[in-house]
């Protein structure tokens, strides 16, 4: 990590945990006028870069701070500091490449590099994620989350696999699958249905072949369950088959077993 010739930094990264930005902003998103600083407190030039974590081992970039009067034992008023990067708050990851800590000082920058840059969501249509169950995107809901790669719902999908329902608007038919191969996500299992509509699926593939992609336009895409990336695949397939017989979607849906 290199910042505008800024040497004498911190990188202060809240893991996985969203909640913790919450030290320096109030409910109304104002900055709150303290932060506690329990190591690498220093006033007057050193700056804070503040990551806000995504998983382990990725966060975003969201602002840079400097402390500038000490309160307490370990609560201090700061600023913000103006970077070219604050162009890119919220949507700047940065990678580490080590173990996970709070504390980073400036000889820990090497450690952190620029994985991607999300898109601005200016003309986004998709609500933000609120919580799995109120997931239903359409098609052409589903695609404009994937093509952007919305952050709400990179940061929720990609760490879950699931079992999930398709419904064909058209008919009322219904499809219920799984993610849970080796390493994919709900995430990148609903990629592949944004970039082919029937996501090599036997039935949705012939609808494909026999209607093209504007049939799709109805579909609409449902959480039914989901499961820690841990998860035994028997587990995963056990759920889809107990769903599957609830709908009955092999008698009467689109499902071939």
């Given at each position: ?29 104002m900055?709150e ?24 081992s990725?966060?975003?970039y969201m602002f840079a ?18 970077l070219?990067?604050d162009?890119?708050?919220?949507r700047?990851?940065?990678?580490c ?9 400036s000889?820990?920058g090497?450690s952190?590099?620029v ?21 239903e995107?359409?098609?052409p ?9 919305y952050?709400?719902y ?6 879950v ?7 064909d608007?058209?008919?009322?038919k219904l499809?219920?699958?799984s ?11 609903w ?5 082919t509509c ?5 039935k ?10 504007s049939?799709?336009?109805k ?17 995963i397939i ?6 599957k017989n609830?709908?009955?979607?092999k008698?009467?849906?689109l499902?071939?077993?």
């Open positions: 990590m290199q910042l505008e010739r800024i040497d004498n930094y911190y990188i202060w990264w809240y893991g996985a945990s969203i909640k913790d930005i919450g030290a320096y902003l109030n409910e109304n998103g900055a006028e303290t932060v506690s600083v329990s190591r690498g407190a220093q006033l007057g030039d050193r700056v804070y870069i503040i990551l806000n974590g995504i998983d382990g990725r966060s975003k701070i400097r402390l500038t009067e000490k309160v307490d034992h370990n609560n201090y008023k700061w600023e913000k500091v103006p070219s990067i162009q890119y708050s919220g700047m990851v940065f990678r490449n080590r173990k996970f800590s709070f504390y980073n000082s000889e820990c090497s952190f590099s994985e991607s840059i999300y898109p601005l969501e200016e003309s986004r249509t998709v609500e933000q994620f609120r919580d799995y169950e109120s997931v995107l359409s098609f809901q589903l695609k404009e989350v994937i093509d952007n790669e952050v709400d990179y940061e929720h999908l990609a760490c696999k699931a079992v999930y329902m398709i419904i608007g058209n008919t009322g499809y219920i699958g993610a849970y191969d080796k390493d994919e996500t709900l995430w990148a299992r990629r592949t249905y944004a970039n029937h996501g090599n699926n036997i949705l593939k012939e609808l494909f072949d026999e209607k093209g992609p049939y799709f336009e579909f609409k895409y449902i959480i039914l369950q989901i499961f820690p990336r841990k998860t035994p695949n028997k587990e056990e759920a889809e088959t107990r769903y609830r709908f009955l979607t008698e009467f849906g499902n071939l077993n």
